[in-house]
């Protein structure tokens, strides 16, 4: 009975052992969402994130992201020491919209891929333009304002002061 338990205890032991760590995570990539929206003049932050056999660590993560017209962006990531990897790339206001494509490279061998799309959020062009009323017309001052300012004559704050109060009088009407 005393051996049937050392046994059944070391063929227990040696299984626990050659079971792979829980901790151990697939080699991935994946991005944080499937969808960007494109904001009227501002960057979007993209976050990419993955991991990497932590076996296998000692150099950087290699991830390429290609544009909708093909343009490649690479950058290269250190893991943690846990394998896991990210990224935030920033897209200027000027980035295309369309289908974005990343490619996770880990010693020369795909890791992951992931995509998602930049849209526009349906405000992204001005087509609303300043309305100016015909009943009223703007005051000489004002025109002196822009005059001055062009000639160096008067502050930036001046200026935009004059300009709000053509917005506050309802000469120029900027809500439609």
Request: proline residues 3%.
């Amino acid at each position: 009975m005393k051996i049937s338990l050392v046994v059944l205890g070391m063929f227990c032991i040696a299984s626990m052992l050659s079971l792979p760590s829980i901790s151990a995570q697939t080699p991935s990539l994946e991005v944080e969402q499937s969808t960007y929206e494109k904001l009227v003049g501002q960057s979007i932050i993209t976050k990419f994130f993955g991991y990497i056999d932590e076996t296998a660590k000692g150099t950087r993560v290699l991830l390429t992201i290609t544009t909708p017209d093909g343009l490649e962006i690479e950058n290269r990531v250190y893991p943690s020491s846990t394998g896991y990897f990210e990224l935030f790339q920033n897209l200027d206001k000027n980035a295309e919209l369309g289908a974005y494509d990343a490619t996770a490279t880990y010693h020369d061998e795909i890791i992951g891929n992931a995509s998602f799309d930049l849209v526009d959020d349906g405000n992204y062009s001005l087509t609303a333009q300043p309305e100016i009323k015909n009943d009223k017309q703007i005051p000489e001052w004002i025109k002196n304002v822009f005059v001055w300012y062009g000639d160096d004559l008067i502050s930036e704050k001046e200026l935009l002061s004059a300009i709000t109060f053509l917005i506050n009088d309802g000469i120029i009407n900027i809500e439609n």
